[in-house]
């Protein structure tokens, strides 16, 4: 089982529609959920960052972390045809002595239509 | 500032072939990484970087070599290029106030697209 699941897509949606992206992970030391954007033929960079269950809002995104299920989440409200791009999900934990590991989902590609 | 630059964005190797990925950041970070990215695979660790001349295995580092001379630079060797190790490369950095504990967010470079046939 991997450690991190995410469904590889892809998904298509209208302008304006809302956008629900997920991931599970099968690793309850993980500490920290992260999603990251990445344009056709760029670098992930960061979008949303949480380390507690719950809502994280901005903006238009909203990350959930449900982690009696082991399992986030990634809105998108009025999505728009900028944020078509593939979206990764990434979870992180940090040992006792400090050591970190980051694991990335597979990523989710998003197509907006207009 | 430019962040993370990486060359060359491009490049076709033929089998047994070696060549070196560059990888420069300015922002003064001193954790670097190397990641290699196929499609439907997700993000894979290759090496690792938490300070000048110190280097680390990621999670794929068979075939592959790294060194860090200085804090900027964070070059990723390929001896004896295989056709498995036709990927998108991409290279990070990130901060940790704690040399050898966790950092802060990682900043991605553009990428090289690497094919080797």
């Known amino acids: 089982q991997k450690e991190v699941e995410q469904d590889p897509g892809p998904l298509s949606v209208p302008e304006g529609a809302i956008v629900s992206l997920n991931c599970t992970y099968s690793n309850s030391a993980f500490q920290y959920f992260m999603w990251y954007r990445q344009y056709s033929r760029k670098g992930p960079e960061l979008l949303m960052y949480t380390y507690s269950s719950g809502n994280k809002e901005d903006g238009r995104f909203t990350a959930q972390v449900d982690k009696s299920s082991k399992y986030i989440s990634l809105f998108i409200r009025d999505s728009q045809p900028s944020d078509s791009a593939t979206y990764l999900c990434?979870?992180?934990?940090?040992?006792?002595?400090?050591?970190?590991?980051?694991?990335f989902g597979t990523g989710t590609r998003l197509t907006i239509i207009p | 500032n430019a962040g993370v630059t990486q060359t060359p964005k491009f490049r076709i190797l033929k089998i047994g072939q070696s060549m070196t990925l560059q990888c420069t950041q300015d922002m003064n970070h001193n954790y670097m990484y190397w990641y290699r990215q196929d499609p439907g695979m997700g993000l894979k660790l290759i090496y690792y970087?938490?300070?000048?001349?110190?280097?680390d295995k990621g999670e794929v580092p068979n075939g592959y070599n790294v060194s860090r001379s200085t804090t900027e630079d964070f070059p990723l060797r390929l001896e004896l290029a295989a056709p498995s190790q036709t990927s998108v490369y991409f290279c990070?950095?990130?901060?940790?106030?704690?040399?050898?504990?966790?950092?802060?967010?990682?900043?991605f470079g553009p990428g090289t697209r690497l094919t080797v046939t």
């Open positions: 990434a979870m992180r934990y940090i040992s006792n002595f400090g050591n970190e590991k980051l694991t």
């Open positions: 990070a950095s990130s901060y940790s106030s704690h040399p050898g504990g966790p950092s802060y967010e990682q900043y």
């Open positions: 970087s938490v300070g000048a001349g110190i280097t």
